[in-house]
């Protein structure tokens, strides 16, 4: 009984499908325009505010040794580390939902025109990055909280989980030109 209720009420329509249904509803051109410019706002307006000084934050390397991350730990100071720690629980969980729905609604749009009857989860593949980042920013918060003491296991996480994010920020970018390569090249096969 409860397994047939459960197949019922998930078999036509998974988590998965939810969200694909989600973003071709709301993928339009005005969407995408809005989401670009929250994060570019982000960045440019947000983030200078948690007031961490000029030091470059961590997760904007491609990767960085323990030893690294504890030097900018030192160099931030106990204020900057408090700040930091702000930021990564507040505007940066926020920040890679955005762009990652940005960069999800710019697939949909193009698979929607190119690949009308092609299956639509691959709008959801950004959605990957998010998770990286935040497991990203769980973890230099964690190695922030342990300061001075040093957690060079977790700090090796860290700084996998942001090569992760850049892997996949990168594997989005190269899925969406692909895409963009395939309509120009449609554009012109048919004019």
């Known amino acids: 009984m409860i397994c047939g209720l ?3 009420r998930f078999s036509e329509r998974s988590l998965l499908q939810q969200a694909s249904r989600f973003i071709e509803h709301i993928a339009s051109v005005p ?3 809005l989401l670009v410019l929250l994060s570019v706002l982000f960045p440019v307006a947000l983030f200078p ?5 000029d030091i470059k934050p961590l997760d904007l390397h491609f990767s960085y040794s323990p030893d690294l991350l504890y030097e900018h730990l030192v160099a931030l100071g106990e204020k900057g580390r408090g700040a930091y720690t702000r930021m990564l629980l507040t505007s940066d969980l926020v920040f890679p939902v955005i762009y990652s729905m940005a960069l999800s609604i710019a697939l949909m749009l193009f698979l929607r025109k ?3 009857r092609a299956n639509t989860y691959l709008c959801l593949f950004p959605f990957m990055i998010v998770i990286a980042d935040w497991l990203e920013n769980l973890s230099l918060v964690i190695n922030i909280h342990e300061f001075p003491k040093r ?3 977790l700090a090796s996480y860290a700084s996998a989980f942001t090569s992760l994010k850049w892997v996949l920020i990168v594997l989005t970018v190269l899925i969406l030109l692909t895409l963009v390569a395939f309509g120009v090249a449609r554009y012109i096969r048919d004019r």
């Open 6 to 8: 459960m197949k019922q």
């Open 31 to 33: 969407a995408l325009a």
């Open 49 to 53: 505010v948690h007031g961490i000084g």
């Open 114 to 116: 190119l690949l009308p």
């Open 151 to 153: 957690a060079d296991v």
